[in-house]
């Protein structure tokens, strides 16, 4: 993804709206599978710039999807 902070935040909000009323799938949080976000370091690292300082954010969401049981 790429965008402004209202553009980050409203991917996250929308991703996760349709988790919670998918009638057929959940998050999976089981313990062995993991999620993650990542961020490119390059040209800039975005882990040494102050957060209020960012104007444009460049993120990648991996967030596992399972099927509910009973589906």
Known sequence: MHGDEAHM??????????????????????EDVLGMETVPLEPLNALTIP????????FTM????????GV
């Open 9 to 30: 935040w409203s991917v996250y909000e929308t991703m996760f709206a349709w988790l919670e009323q998918s009638p057929d799938y959940e998050l999976d949080k089981s």
């Open 51 to 58: 957060y209020e300082a960012i104007e444009t954010f460049d």
């Open 62 to 69: 991996f967030y596992p999807m399972r099927k509910k049981s």
